[in-house]
C-alpha cells in the first residue's frame, strides 16, 4: 500500500476547492493580491453549476422601482422564516450593489434598461416598502445570467494569473494534532495519481448536494463533495433539514425554468384553468417565495387539480408575454421547452413540478467566510486554516428559505469577503505548518478498500437507493413517521456505502473510481438531512411537516412553526449521527432587529 510519505506533493498559499461562482471570487481577490493560489475543479471552470444560473442576482440598485437595502434586508428575513443570521443578512444586503457593480465593470454583458443601466426583473419573495408590492431587484443578462457572470469571473482569473487544477477531485482535508486544516489530499482524474497540496488556507466552495435527490435542477457533479470532506473531518453540518423545492422544474425531466418567467409575467395553472396561487398569496401571487408556490402547486395536485391524463403536473403558461419578450427575455427557457417538453412556450402552457434546487444547510461559517465550530462553552470558535463559501456553506443567510437571486448574490458576497480575510490575515513570510504524519492516511484506506472490495456492490446502485429514498422521506411534505422510516433506510444504506466495490481498476480516468467516492460524500449529506429532518418537529420554511401544521382555521392553535422550542440552528454530526443546536442570531450589525411574526404574502 501507497504510504503518506511517498505521495508526492506540491505548496500553495491558499487551496480552493471549487471553481464555480463562489470559488471564483474568493481566488480572483486573493490572486490579485499576489497570493499562490490554487483552484482545483472536478470539470473544466466554467461548466461548474454556477453556469446554468438563469434568473438573476439580487441588489437594491433601484434602477427600475424604488428600492434601498432595508427592503431587500426585510424580505430575507422573512423568507428565511426568521432561520436566517440577521448580522449575515444585513452584510450581504449592504454590499449587494458593489458586488454587482464589481461585476458590471469586469465586463459582465447584463441587459440594460433604454438609459444604459442595469435591466432588473420581479422575482418570487422580493417587495418593496415592506412586503407591499413586488420590486424589480434581479439584476439579469437575459437568462444566462450564471453563464455571463461565470465566464466574466473565469477570464478575470486568467488576467491575474490564478493556477487551475482542472479535471482534480479534492478527497479529503488534511487537519494536524492542534485541528488545524493544512491542505487537502486530491486524485488527478488523468492519470489517477494522488496528491497531497499543501495550504496556509484552504478554501471550500465545492457548491450544493442536490444530487442526493433523484429529481434535481442540479448538475450531475453536485454530491456534495465539501459536505463529505467536512464531516469526515469532524465539522459539523448546519441545518441540513432545509431543502428547497423549485416551483417550476420541467415535469419528468427536472430541468429547471427561471423564476425569471414568472418575474416577467408568466402564471400557474391548474386543470381548471384557473390560477390558484390568487387564492394562497392575494399579494405576490405566483411571486411568492418558492417553499409556499412548491406547497401551494402540491396541494393543487393532491386536492385533484393537477393537469394531464395522470393530473400529476401544474401548467405554467407564458404565451401571453408574446414571443417578442419570450425571445429576448428568456431565450433559453423557449429552448429547454422545445428540447426537453417538446413544447413552443410562444403557443402553449409547459407542464411543470415542483423539483429540488437548492441546499439552505451546509458547513457553518462567520461572515469572513470562516469555518466555525462549538467551543465548548456554548460560544463557536473558528477552524484555522478552513474557510468554506457558496452553496456548501452556511453562513446564514438563507435560513429555512432561500429567496431565488440570493445565491448568486452570497457567492459574490461572501466569495469577495473570504478572499479578503485570508489576505488579510495570511502571513506570507510563515512557513507552511509541518505535515502529520498521518495526512493522506484516511484518503489511502478509502481507495486501498475500494480496491480490495471485489465482490462489493456497483456505487451506481446504491447511490439510486439514497436517491429514491431521499425523495421519498423527505420531500415537498414530510410527516413523522416517513421521516423516522427514512432514517432507518438511510443508516441502512450507509452501510451498503461501505460494501461498494470496484471491477475496474484501470487508473487513467477512471470514472467508476470517482462516482464510487462521490457516493461516500452523497451519503454524508443525505445521512444528515433526514436525521436532522426527522429531529425538527416543526414547520418552518422549507420543512413542512404535516404532523406539525397548523390547521387553517384556529391560527391560536400552538402546531406551525414553533419559535419558542425550535428558532436554532441545526448541527449535524457524522460520527455519532446526532445531533446538537445552537442560536439564531437574530441582531443585525446596525439596524433594528426584525422581530419573528407570521408569514403572508
Ligand atoms: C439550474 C439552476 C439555476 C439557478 N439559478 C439561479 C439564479 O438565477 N440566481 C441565483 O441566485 N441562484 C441560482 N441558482 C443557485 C446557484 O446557481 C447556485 O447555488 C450556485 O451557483 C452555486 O455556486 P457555488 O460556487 O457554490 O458552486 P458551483 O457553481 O456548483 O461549483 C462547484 C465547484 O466545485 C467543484 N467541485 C465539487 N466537488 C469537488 C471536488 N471533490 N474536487 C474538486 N472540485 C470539486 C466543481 O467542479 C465546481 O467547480 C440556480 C441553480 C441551478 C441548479
Known amino acids: 500500500m501507497t504510504q503518506t510519505s511517498n505521495l508526492p506533493r506540491r505548496r500553495f498559499d491558499v487551496v480552493i476547492v471549487g471553481a464555480g461562482g463562489s470559488g471564483m471570487r474568493a481566488s480572483l481577490q486573493l490572486a490579485r493580491a499576489g497570493l499562490n493560489v490554487a483552484v482545483l475543479s472536478k470539470v473544466f471552470p466554467t461548466r461548474s453549476h454556477t453556469v446554468a444560473a438563469q434568473g438573476g442576482i439580487g441588489a437594491s440598485l433601484g434602477n427600475m422601482s424604488e428600492d434601498n437595502w432595508h427592503y431587500h434586508f426585510y424580505d430575507t428575513v422573512k423568507g428565511s422564516d426568521w432561520l436566517g443570521d440577521q448580522d449575515a443578512i444585513e452584510f450581504m444586503c449592504r454590499e449587494a450593489p458593489k458586488v454587482v457593480y464589481e461585476l458590471e465593470h469586469m465586463g459582465m454583458p447584463f441587459d440594460r434598461n433604454p438609459d444604459g443601466t442595469i435591466y432588473q426583473r420581479p422575482f418570487g419573495g422580493h417587495t418593496a416598502n415592506y412586503g407591499e408590492k413586488p420590486v424589480q431587484r434581479a439584476c439579469a443578462a437575459a437568462d444566462r445570467t450564471g453563464h455571463a457572470m461565470l465566464h466574466t469571473l473565469y477570464q478575470q482569473n486568467v488576467a491575474a494569473r490564478t493556477t487551475f487544477f482542472v479535471e482534480w477531485m479534492a478527497l479529503d482535508l488534511i487537519r494536524d494534532t492542534d485541528g488545524d486544516v493544512v491542505g487537502v489530499t486530491a486524485l488527478e482524474m488523468e492519470t489517477g495519481d494522488v496528491y497531497i497540496l499543501e495550504a496556509k488556507a484552504t478554501l471550500l466552495a465545492t457548491g450544493g448536494a442536490g444530487r442526493i435527490y433523484a429529481a434535481s435542477t442540479n448538475a450531475f457533479i453536485n454530491t456534495g463533495d465539501g459536505l463529505g470532506m467536512a464531516a469526515r473531518a469532524g465539522i459539523p453540518l448546519q441545518d441540513m433539514e432545509f431543502w428547497q423545492f423549485h416551483p417550476t422544474g420541467v415535469a419528468g425531466a427536472g430541468v429547471l425554468l427561471t423564476e425569471g418567467c414568472r418575474g416577467e409575467g408568466a402564471i400557474l395553472l391548474n386543470s381548471n384553468g384557473e390560477r390558484f396561487m390568487e387564492r394562497y398569496a392575494p399579494t405576490l401571487k405566483d411571486l411568492a417565495p418558492r417553499d409556499f408556490v412548491s406547497r401551494c402547486m402540491d396541494q393543487e395536485i393532491k386536492e385533484g387539480r393537477g393537469c394531464g391524463p395522470n393530473k400529476d403536473y401544474i401548467l405554467l403558461k407564458l404565451d401571453h408575454l408574446g414571443p ?37 444547510g451546509g458547513i457553518p461559517t462567520n461572515i469572513n467566510g ?58 506570507r513570510a510563515r512557513e507552511h505548518k509541518p505535515l502529520p504524519k498521518d495526512a493522506a492516511d484516511r484518503t489511502l484506506a478509502r481507495l486501498a478498500r475500494l480496491e480490495s472490495c471485489r465482490d462489493g456492490e456497483y456505487a451506481q446502485a446504491v447511490a439510486n437507493d439514497i436517491r429514491q429514498t431521499m425523495q421519498q422521506h423527505a420531500g415537498v411534505f414530510r410527516t413523522q413517521a416517513s421521516m423516522d422510516e427514512g432514517v432507518r433506510k438511510i443508516n441502512a444504506l450507509r452501510e451498503r456505502v461501505a460494501n461498494i466495490g470496484l471491477k475496474d481498476h484501470s487508473k487513467v480516468f477512471n470514472t467508476a473510481r470517482i462516482e464510487a467516492l462521490e457516493v461516500e460524500n452523497l451519503i454524508e449529506a443525505a445521512q444528515a438531512t433526514m436525521t436532522s429532518a426527522a429531529a425538527r418537529k416543526e414547520c418552518r420554511g422549507a420543512h ?58
Open 370 to 427: 470562516q469555518v466555525v465550530v462549538p467551543d465548548g462553552n456554548g460560544g463557536q470558535k473558528v477552524v484555522n486554516g478552513l474557510y468554506a463559501v457558496g452553496e456548501c456553506s452556511c453562513v446564514s443567510v438563507h435560513g429555512a428559505n432561500r429567496l431565488g437571486t440570493n445565491s448568486l448574490l452570497d457567492l459574490l458576497v461572501f466569495g469577495r469577503a473570504a478572499g479578503n480575510h485570508i489576505v488579510a490575515n495570511l502571513d
Open 544 to 601: 413542512t411537516v404535516k404532523d406539525y401544521e397548523r390547521p387553517a382555521d384556529d391560527p391560536e392553535c400552538p402546531l406551525g412553526r414553533n419559535d419558542k422550542e425550535w428558532m436554532k440552528h441545526t448541527l449535524w454530526w457524522s460520527e455519532t449521527n446526532s445531533l446538537t443546536y445552537k442560536p439564531v442570531n437574530l441582531k443585525p450589525l446596525t439596524v433594528e432587529s426584525i422581530p419573528p411574526k407570521v408569514r403572508t404574502f
Open 324 to 360: 417578442e419578450t419570450i425571445h429576448k427575455r428568456l431565450p433559453s427557457v423557449y429552448e429547454i421547452g422545445i428540447n426537453f417538453a417538446n413544447v413552443d412556450i410562444t403557443k402553449e402552457p409547459i407542464p411543470v413540478v415542483p423539483t429540488i434546487h437548492y441546499q439552505m
